[in-house]
């Protein structure tokens, strides 16, 4: 665990604070704060929370996040945590375990009374544009978007890649390598620059599938061609074609999810937003071009803007807004389920029953 100080420590009597919680793939990152004073302190882990047959292990969570919550909270003075924002990876289709028990637990072993699950799509999102109606895009390995008009939540994509997450990482990393082997064979659509790019990286074309198939990260390691990709994409015209086609993916699951009425949406009052998050996008222009170009046929109503924050930001604004009363964002059974105390009143929104 790594703990680092931010800010000015205060002392245990300045009142409750919050932990917000990002679990991905890379482990836990953490923050304690408090209302008025923001993020105080932060620590992260490296090792991922396990999924096993119930889904998310939340004991697993709750053993890193626990001591990690406790000394944090100490190196910021707050001496009770009573509101805690926890989004992770997965929590729509392996969340029903930590549904079930991350709340109690919570209760018991640091006193939270407040607790928002959420998937890691909807920190993205609250990350990225707060409590606005709009749609965001989040692009890594993977990519889902997740839109809103607050009032309900839609998403789309996110299925893994072997069955989606079209325009992401690993669907461009593998389309870069069709692109080499179809050169390799002498067949149409090859590039013989991406080729040589794939040959660099991963040794002879002919054995990439023997260096592929077996591994159980082969997501990752299709999306660490991505870059070389873009790399070529300025004078290769396979390699522009591949981005191409993954921000016309982009832009479709976008569309997919962005509002067209609702609160002030679709009035002429209020255009809904759309933004971008995911260290994708750091491939720049190669990628971000071709993705402005499609997201205005598709969402010619739409306004880009750039992402105010990441999805730990998104969590430590929903633990804020709970600590605070001011929580509007939309519940969801399976992407943003919020507990309270019994008559606690402030939060309207659907208390979670699993």
Same mark, same amino acid.
Not at 51 to 68: C, F, K, N, W, Y
Not at 75 to 81: F, K, M, P, S, V
Not at 223 to 233: L, N, Q, Y
């Given at each position: 665990?790594?703990?680092?100080?931010v800010?000015?420590?205060?002392s245990?009597?300045?009142?409750?604070?919050?932990? #917000?919680?990002?679990?991905?793939?890379?482990g836990?990152?953490?923050?304690?704060g408090a209302?008025?004073? &923001?993020?105080?302190?932060?620590?992260?882990?490296g090792?991922?929370?396990r999924? &096993?047959?119930?889904?998310?292990?939340?004991?697993?969570?709750?053993?890193?996040?626990?001591?990690?919550a406790?000394?944090?909270a100490a190196?910021?003075?707050?001496?009770?945590?009573d509101?805690?924002?926890?989004?992770a990876?997965?929590?729509a289709?392996?969340g029903?375990?930590l549904?079930?028990?991350?709340?109690g637990?919570?209760?018991r072993?640091?006193?939270?009374? =407040?607790?928002?699950?959420a998937? @890691?799509a909807?920190?993205?999102y !609250?990350?990225?544009?707060?409590?606005?109606p709009?749609?965001?895009v989040a692009a890594?390995?993977?990519?889902i #978007?997740?839109?809103?008009?607050?009032?309900?939540?839609?998403?789309?994509?996110g299925?893994g890649h072997l069955?989606?997450?079209?325009?992401?990482?690993?669907?461009?990393?593998?389309?870069?390598?069709?692109? #080499?082997? =179809?050169?390799?064979?002498g067949?149409?659509?090859?590039?013989g620059?991406l080729?040589?790019?794939?040959?660099?990286?991963?040794?002879p074309?002919a054995?990439?599938?023997?260096?592929?198939?077996?591994?159980? @990260?082969?997501?990752?390691v299709l999306?660490? +061609?991505?870059?070389?990709?873009?790399?070529?994409?300025e004078?290769?015209?396979?390699?522009?074609d591949?981005?191409?086609?993954?921000?016309?993916?982009?832009?479709?699951?976008?569309?997919? !999810?962005?509002?067209?009425?609702?609160?002030?949406?679709?009035? &002429?009052?209020?255009?809904?937003?759309?933004a971008l998050?995911?260290?994708? +996008?750091?491939?720049?222009d190669p990628?971000?071009?071709?993705?402005?170009?499609?997201?205005?046929? =598709?969402?010619?109503?739409?306004?880009?803007? !750039?992402?105010k924050?990441?999805?730990?930001?998104?969590?430590v604004?929903?633990?804020?807004?709970l600590?605070?009363?001011? +929580?509007?964002l939309?519940?969801?059974?399976?992407m943003?389920?919020?507990?309270?105390p019994?008559?606690?009143?402030?939060i309207?929104v659907?208390k979670?029953?699993?």
């Open positions: 665990m790594v703990v680092e100080e800010g000015n420590a205060v245990s009597s300045a009142g409750p604070g919050f932990v #917000a919680v990002d679990s991905g793939g890379s836990l990152r953490v923050v304690v209302a008025g004073r &923001g993020p105080l302190a932060r620590g992260a882990s090792e991922p929370v999924t &096993g047959a119930r889904g998310i292990d939340p004991g697993h969570l709750m053993e890193q996040l626990v001591p990690m406790r000394g944090l190196e910021a003075g707050i001496g009770r945590l509101t805690a924002a926890v989004g990876a997965g929590l289709s392996l029903d375990a549904r079930a028990e991350l709340p637990a919570l209760a072993e640091l006193g939270v009374r =407040r607790v928002a699950l998937a @890691d909807v920190t993205a !609250v990350g990225a544009l707060g409590s606005r709009g749609a965001v890594g390995t993977g990519l #978007a997740v839109g809103t008009d607050l009032t309900g939540w839609r998403r789309a994509d299925w069955l989606g997450d079209c325009g992401g990482g690993a669907w461009i990393g593998r389309a870069g390598l069709e692109a #080499a082997l =179809r050169a390799h064979d067949r149409d659509g090859g590039s620059r080729l040589e790019c794939a040959e660099e990286m991963f040794g074309a054995a990439l599938p023997g260096h592929l198939y077996p591994r159980t @990260d082969r997501a990752a999306a660490s +061609f991505a870059p070389r990709v873009a790399e070529c994409a004078d290769d015209a396979v390699a522009a591949i981005l191409r086609a993954a921000a016309r993916h982009m832009a479709d699951s976008a569309a997919a !999810v962005c509002p067209k009425t609702g609160p002030g949406v679709g009035s &002429g009052s209020v255009e809904p937003l759309v998050t995911g260290g994708l +996008f750091n491939m720049g990628l971000l071009v071709p993705l402005d170009e499609e997201l205005a046929k =598709r969402l010619p109503r739409a306004r880009r803007v !750039v992402a924050g990441n999805p730990l930001h998104g969590a604004c929903i633990a804020t807004d600590a605070t009363g001011s +929580f509007t939309p519940g969801d059974e399976k943003l389920c919020v507990t309270s019994a008559g606690g009143g402030g309207d659907p979670a029953d699993t």
